[in-house]
C-alpha cells in the first residue's frame, strides 16, 4: 500500500473548486496557532492513538504538518492500516506559505 503526494497548488485548486476534503493537521497545537490552512483540522502526531481510530478508512485524507515529514509517516503507516486515499502535502505548511498564501506565517 502507498500513498500520493499532493502539491500546495493542486490542494488549492481542489480546495477553490469546492472539494470535500479532509484536511488534517499533525502538527502541534503551539504550531497550529502560528500558522494554518483554513478548514484543516488539528490532530496532532503527540496524540496519534487516541484519534486514528475515528479515522475512515473509505475518505478522502490530506495531511499536512511543517514541511511534509511528519505527515508522511502518517500516511505511510495508515496505507499500512489499508487506507487507500491518502495524500500528503508536499513541502507542509511552509511550502504552502511561499507558494499559495504568503499570510501564512512562516516560522
Not at 472539494?19 to 488534517?24: F, K, P
Not at 473509505?58 to 503507516?77: K, N, P, T, W, Y
Not at 502535502?89 to 506565517?105: C, F, H, M
Request: contains cysteine.
Amino acid at each position: 500500500m502507498k500513498f500520493e503526494t499532493i502539491t500546495p497548488e493542486e490542494l488549492d485548486e481542489r480546495m477553490r473548486r469546492g472539494e470535500r476534503l479532509n484536511l488534517i493537521d499533525v502538527r502541534e497545537e503551539l504550531e497550529y496557532e502560528i500558522a494554518r490552512i483554513e478548514g484543516a483540522r488539528l490532530l496532532p502526531l503527540s496524540q496519534f492513538n487516541e484519534w486514528v481510530c475515528t479515522l475512515n478508512a473509505e475518505d478522502e485524507l490530506v495531511f499536512m504538518c511543517h514541511h511534509g515529514i511528519r505527515s508522511a509517516q502518517v500516511c505511510g503507516f495508515l496505507a499500512q492500516q489499508g487506507f487507500k486515499k491518502l495524500y500528503n502535502l508536499a513541502g507542509g505548511i511552509d511550502l504552502w506559505s511561499r507558494e499559495v498564501d504568503p499570510s501564512v506565517a512562516q516560522y
